[in-house]
T-cell receptor, first 112, second 113 residues
């Protein structure tokens, strides 16, 4: 029972273009969403988050959009750079529950 | 200014042996979380600990797995009588408290042969 779904296992984009990574969730109790980036042989690194009271959060080249009615969020990276090539995980939690529920990840390749 | 330190980075155990994974949180962090990533899967929550307390162990397998975070020293995830299915990457994260984001270590890759 995958409560957080990342349906695209991989994505390839050209340097300078936009990367859009998608995430869907099923649990309407989730109220906080996070994106992590992971390089091989390293732990996940926090990228950006969004609370359910917002529909957009922006940090430099990274923007996360949340559509609560569709239970969908997306991460936009503009412009994409080769150093952005990594696996991106979407994660969510509910209320004071500190445990994160993770998607399976999307492997992004940014080609020079 | 060390981050979350996990050791060993790689651990090989034979079936039936014990595995001990260590996690030293960031300085000033008193909350520790353990996650496991099985091959081809996302991370799964295992346990959340504060110093000397287990806050949430709802993700821990009922048998053979235990975790502690003593007053002094690192947090330890212990797996007794390992089986092949325990082969995975085990990640530890730490935070200052429940309302703070957390930082992950680089993980311990356990291989059971």
């Amino acid at each position: 029972d995958q409560q957080v779904k990342q349906n695209s296992p991989s994505l390839s984009v050209q340097e300078g273009r936009i990367s859009i990574l998608n995430c869907d969730y099923t649990n309407s109790m989730f109220d906080y969403f996070l994106w992590y980036k992971k390089y091989p042989a390293e732990g996940p690194t926090f990228l950006i988050s969004i609370s359910s009271i917002k529909d957009k959060n922006e940090d430099g080249r990274f923007t996360v959009f949340l559509n609560k009615s569709a239970k969908h969020l997306s991460l936009h990276i503009v412009p994409s750079q080769p150093g952005d090539s990594a696996v991106y995980f979407c994660a969510a939690n509910a209320g004071n529950n500190r445990k994160l529920i993770w998607g399976l990840g999307t492997s992004l390749a940014v080609n020079p | 200014n060390a981050g979350v330190m996990q050791n060993p980075r790689h651990l090989v155990r034979r079936r039936g042996q014990e595995a001990r994974l260590r996690c030293s949180p960031m300085k000033g962090h008193s909350h520790v979380y353990w996650y496991r990533q099985l091959p081809e899967e996302g991370l799964k929550f295992m346990v959340y600990l504060q110093k000397e307390n287990i806050i949430d162990e709802s993700g821990m397998p009922k048998e053979r797995f235990s975790a502690e975070f003593p007053k002094e020293g690192p947090s330890i995830l212990r797996i007794q009588q390992v089986v092949r299915g325990d082969s995975a990457a085990y990640f530890c994260a730490s935070s200052k408290g429940p309302d703070y984001g957390y930082t992950f270590g680089s993980g311990t890759r356990l291989t059971v042969v």
